[in-house]
């Protein structure tokens, strides 16, 4: 399917904005100006957007604790998202949250999370209330090579085959689950073949080619909207970090990291792409750039001066009934 130029500057536009927030957000933790712990997304941007740009506010999606690219993606504005990975009042979770458990239900981000193989069950929830109430939405669930590993994501996959619910398994296959490389903990190696066992379909995309995920997600979500039920991607690509901030990388070669950011950089490939074929031109893009970097400098700056949470605060959004 052909994609509108504005569509095409849209997606190049939270591809950028992705790169540019993270790179900020490494900054201001190395500075100490971030509390807690970050995980950093840079590489995967193609994933993200690829995928969420066939979503609409009302479908829903779950993460990991490596979130912050999909939650830009699904439309959370990044003033709030960097107020609340400063800890700040105004945050999008009033600064309770943190970086790894961003939510907004209003554009269907239902939180990242810390749980690692968390989101396909939240997911396969969202989607089993989309069926029961015959709404026209479906759910997506993040879920990385490491988490691809985890029983829960099993159990989720048998439920949504069983129940012939909304749902995509999207797993990004970054190559490392923390420091332990793909191709050691994956039995199988192909996690898009192992999601086709439960019996739904399932294919294997280049993560970094942000066309070949958009196309892969359009037919699932097509296939879900029209009572097909669910279907599982995984997008190859690998992250440009570690697995946190901080991270030495000592499981990782110097020419493997440079190999990966001179050859595997979704935005390069994209904008090679659109230009080559006359899509958009350099100035066009390059003044994308220039307005993300503007604003993503403006949320740091704002975020940096906000006010954090009161004692009073941690009295508020806690449930405490009676059971």
Request: hydrophobic residues 40%; charged residues 25%; negative net charge.
């Given at each position: 399917?052909q994609?509108?130029?504005?569509?095409l500057?849209?997606?190049?536009?939270?591809?950028?904005?992705?790169?540019?927030?993270?790179e900020?957000?490494?900054?201001?933790?190395?500075?100490?100006?971030?509390?807690?712990?970050?995980?950093?997304?840079?590489?995967?941007?193609?994933?993200?957007?690829?995928?969420?740009?066939?979503?609409?506010?009302?479908?829903k999606i779950?993460?990991t604790?490596?979130?912050?690219?999909?939650?830009?993606?699904?439309?959370?504005e990044?003033?709030?998202?960097m107020?609340?990975?400063?800890?700040?009042?105004?945050?999008?979770?009033?600064?309770?949250?943190?970086?790894?458990?961003i939510?907004?239900f209003?554009?269907g981000?239902?939180g990242?999370?810390?749980?690692?193989?968390?989101?396909?069950?939240?997911?396969?929830?969202?989607a089993l209330?989309?069926?029961?109430?015959?709404?026209d939405s479906v759910?997506?669930s993040?879920?990385g090579?490491?988490?691809?590993?985890?029983?829960?994501?099993?159990?989720a996959?048998?439920l949504?085959?069983?129940?012939?619910?909304?749902?995509?398994?999207?797993?990004?296959?970054n190559?490392?689950g923390?420091?332990?490389?793909?191709?050691?903990?994956?039995?199988?190696?192909?996690?898009?073949?192992?999601?086709?066992?439960?019996?739904?379909?399932a294919?294997r995309?280049?993560?970094t080619d942000?066309?070949?995920?958009?196309e892969?997600?359009?037919?699932a979500?097509?296939?879900?909207?029209?009572?097909?039920?669910?279907?599982?991607?995984e997008?190859?690509?690998?992250?440009?970090?570690?697995?946190?901030c901080?991270?030495p990388?000592?499981?990782?070669?110097a020419?493997e990291?440079?190999?990966?950011?001179?050859?595997?950089?979704?935005?390069?490939?994209f904008?090679?792409?659109?230009t080559?074929?006359?899509?958009l031109?350099?100035?066009?893009?390059?003044a994308?750039?220039?307005?993300?970097?503007a604003?993503?400098?403006?949320?740091?700056?704002s975020?940096?001066?906000?006010?954090?949470?009161?004692?009073?605060?941690?009295?508020t959004d806690v449930?405490?009934?009676?059971?």
């Amino acid at each position: 399917m052909q994609l509108s130029r504005d569509d095409l500057v849209k997606a190049y536009r939270l591809m950028r904005t992705i790169r540019a927030f993270e790179e900020r957000v490494f900054v201001e933790f190395e500075s100490g100006n971030i509390p807690g712990f970050v995980h950093l997304y840079s590489g995967q941007e193609a994933s993200a957007v690829g995928v969420c740009m066939s979503l609409t506010d009302a479908d829903k999606i779950g993460s990991t604790h490596r979130g912050h690219g999909h939650c830009i993606a699904k439309g959370v504005e990044v003033r709030g998202m960097m107020h609340e990975i400063y800890g700040r009042r105004d945050g999008v979770c009033g600064g309770k949250g943190g970086s790894m458990h961003i939510a907004d239900f209003d554009k269907g981000m239902i939180g990242a999370n810390a749980i690692v193989g968390g989101a396909p069950p939240l997911a396969v929830g969202a989607a089993l209330a989309a069926k029961t109430k015959g709404e026209d939405s479906v759910a997506v669930s993040f879920t990385g090579d490491g988490g691809s590993n985890q029983g829960t994501v099993f159990e989720a996959m048998n439920l949504a085959v069983v129940l012939q619910l909304p749902v995509l398994f999207v797993f990004e296959n970054n190559g490392f689950g923390e420091g332990t490389g793909h191709d050691y903990a994956v039995g199988s190696r192909d996690i898009a073949k192992r999601a086709e066992g439960f019996g739904m379909p399932a294919t294997r995309v280049d993560g970094t080619d942000f066309f070949a995920v958009y196309e892969a997600t359009r037919e699932a979500v097509t296939r879900a909207r029209a009572g097909g039920g669910p279907s599982a991607i995984e997008t190859v690509n690998r992250r440009f970090g570690g697995h946190f901030c901080g991270d030495p990388m000592l499981y990782r070669t110097a020419e493997e990291r440079e190999h990966t950011r001179l050859n595997k950089d979704p935005l390069t490939i994209f904008r090679r792409r659109v230009t080559e074929a006359g899509l958009l031109d350099g100035d066009q893009l390059d003044a994308v750039d220039a307005a993300v970097l503007a604003e993503v400098d403006e949320a740091a700056r704002s975020a940096g001066a906000a006010d954090f949470p009161t004692a009073r605060d941690l009295e508020t959004d806690v449930y405490a009934g009676a059971y």
